[in-house]
């Protein structure tokens, strides 16, 4: 009997929920470490990125409206479709990032404890970052962090999933949604990861994944209207000032994280910081 | 049965009795249904793109008769509804008023003080909207009142169960009756195509509609699903400009309900073109209703000129 034919996958986008192939009809090849052809991926282009932000703004109400409770979990259901599909991640990690199978299983091992630990902070949030303030009058303060809004995010182009779960997980934690521009070259965990969020509980939108030339839809999402922060993890080098300028056309919250970051380390709340706005409310005291 | 103008013999005889008017709508020839679906999406694929698009996002917002047709209506929305309508960008004095705006008759002064001496006209839906199921003494009372308070043009809805059971001359004669109590107010006839089935019974009550006087023909009441589409609004459009062939009269289309992005609002005015001619890419024969639809258009000119994509934080959104 001759050898089976693999059945070779052309991916497509995901955006609100739904996995539709990019408008621009566009897909590309993805290889491995060595050159060695993977799948095709759809090469995003700026309408997918557009299509993206107003799915991510459609889900930001009801999903910045649950209760955090709730939202962690969502995001700790996340996880244990993220186990299931261990072995998967396992094999696109070491083929992606040109690992031994040893090193990748640890990376995704690393990357299910770190959305885990996200998960757990959903709801200690306002009570670590918020605070009731003394004021000289017969009011309550009280200052609490809410989601800044619509957040682009340029993944990682190196670290493919354990880069990739650290840059999303802070985000949607706090009740942002997000596009996510995957890494370019090794964007196979990202598509699976996407597999993953359609399969477990997270609302349609709240997370939308878009494959292809970050250098080419970057400058639409910086400088779109409807976006209200931007991580530039993954941007190029040569891009990054220009990103950082248009974005402060519309005011954007800008996270400037180097590419160069270690995600082995046990992080700090610093990505979720950076897409809180602080909401203070004062409160007439005994009437 | 009175013909209200002049006609052609043809369509003379065709409104001389009941049957006579019968005998003519079902003479009508069918609507060939693939064809004309398929005739929408072709068209519908045209790609209109930089300069022209922002040609056709000023005529679209030309085109908009601004709508607010809910029980929640208050005197304050419909006043900032109207102050949109002069002014619908106001950071860009340059982007154009809209059409009219179209509320309930016991708003129609309302909107009609707020727009004294700015060329937009008040339409106001009337009788028994969006039903239709009253009396006719009723239907006219509505009508007077609402031409009274000042509105320019109605909107009225035909009874669709008479229509649908037959009864083409009752339909005939309302619209006849209300035209005489609109008085020098535009009509326009709403057929409520998504009520109707049929292509062919969009066609038979649009020619029913023409035939009666009705100055422009309108999809939808915006209040039943399917609303205006793009099938829809070709059968309607090819009505009007048979119309024109026969009698040398101009009378316009309004779809409406549904419209919500410059994208469609782009695929009718093609379509507007393509079916009836470049002759009706004017306000006063085609019109958006819409009330959704003027933000999405302003974005969009927002994206053309300002070489981003805009956000409705830019946009006085209603």
């Keep these: ?287 | 049965m009175a013909a209200p103008t002049t006609l052609p013999s043809a369509l003379a005889d065709a409104v001389r009795d009941e049957s006579s008017l019968r005998r003519f709508l079902h003479g009508l020839p069918g609507v060939d249904q693939v064809g004309v679906e398929q005739r929408a999406a072709g068209l519908g694929t045209r790609s209109i793109k930089k300069a022209s698009k922002l040609h056709a996002i000023d005529l679209a917002i030309s085109m908009v008769d601004l709508t607010t047709l809910e029980g929640a209506d208050t005197h304050g929305k419909v006043r900032g509804l109207a102050a949109k309508a002069k002014r619908p960008d106001p950071e860009r004095p340059d982007v154009p008023q809209v059409a009219a705006v179209c509320v309930y008759p016991d708003m129609v002064k309302t909107a009609a003080d707020e727009l004294k001496g700015t060329g937009i006209n008040v339409a106001s839906v009337a009788t028994a909207f969006p039903s239709g199921r009253s009396t006719m003494d009723i239907k006219l009372a509505d009508t007077r009142f609402a031409v009274e308070q000042g509105a320019a043009e109605v909107d009225m809805v035909i009874d669709r169960g008479a229509f649908l059971s037959g009864r083409y001359g009752q339909v005939f004669e309302e619209i006849v009756k209300i035209k005489e109590a609109c008085g020098n107010a535009h009509l326009k006839v709403i057929l409520e195509t998504g009520e109707l089935v049929t292509y062919d019974n969009v066609r038979r009550a649009s020619w029913l509609a023409l035939l009666a006087g009705g100055d422009f023909i309108k999809t939808s009441t915006g209040k039943v699903q399917p609303a205006a589409t793009l099938p829809v609004t070709h059968v309607m459009l090819q009505a009007v400009r048979d119309w024109k062939t026969q009698t040398g009269e101009l009378r316009g289309v309004k779809p409406a309900g549904g419209i919500r992005n410059t994208k469609d609002a782009i695929k009718y005015l093609v379509a507007v073109h393509e079916v009836a001619g470049p002759e009706w890419l004017d306000p006063h024969l085609f019109r958006f209703g819409a009330s959704t639809l003027l933000n999405d258009l302003l974005m969009q000119r927002r994206t053309q000129l300002d070489g981003h994509y805009s956000g409705p934080d830019y946009v006085t959104v209603d």
Excluded at chain 1, 122 to 129: E, F, G, M, S, Y
Aim: with cysteine; aromatic share 8%.
């Design chain 1, 1 to 287: 009997m001759s050898d089976r034919i693999s059945v070779a996958k052309t991916y497509k986008l995901y955006i609100g929920g739904a996995f539709p192939r990019s408008e621009s009809g566009r897909s590309y090849p993805v290889t491995d470490a060595k050159g060695t052809f993977l799948a095709n991926a759809a090469q995003g282009s700026r309408k997918d990125a557009r299509d993206a932000v107003a799915a991510a703004r459609k889900a930001f109400a009801s999903w910045s409206g649950a209760t955090a409770y709730n939202r962690g979990q969502v995001l700790y259901r996340v996880a244990e479709v993220l186990e299931g599909r261990r072995e998967q991640f396992i094999t696109e990690v070491a083929a992606s990032e040109g690992v031994p199978l040893k090193k990748a299983q640890s990376l995704v091992d690393t990357a299910i404890d770190r959305w885990v630990w996200y998960a757990g902070w959903t709801d200690k949030i306002t009570a670590v970052l918020g605070s009731s303030n003394p004021v000289a009058g017969p009011y309550f303060s009280f200052s609490t962090p809410e989601p800044t809004g619509v957040v682009a995010v340029l993944a990682p182009q190196q670290s493919s999933l354990l880069g990739l779960v650290s840059v999303i997980a802070p985000v949607i934690a706090s009740g942002n949604t997000c596009v996510v521009i995957t890494s370019q070259d090794r964007p196979l965990p990202a598509i699976t990861l996407s597999e993953v969020l359609a399969t477990s509980d997270v609302p349609g939108g709240v997370v939308n994944i878009i494959t292809g030339r970050t250098a080419e839809i970057a400058p639409w999402l910086a400088s779109h209207g409807d976006v209200n922060a931007l991580d530039l993890t993954g941007a190029p080098e040569s891009l990054r000032t220009e990103l950082e300028r248009s974005a402060a056309g519309t005011v954007k919250r800008v996270l400037r994280n180097k590419a160069s970051e270690d995600f082995a380390q046990v992080p700090d709340l610093s990505r979720i910081r950076a897409y809180l706005e602080t909401k203070t409310v004062w409160h007439p005291m005994g009437v």
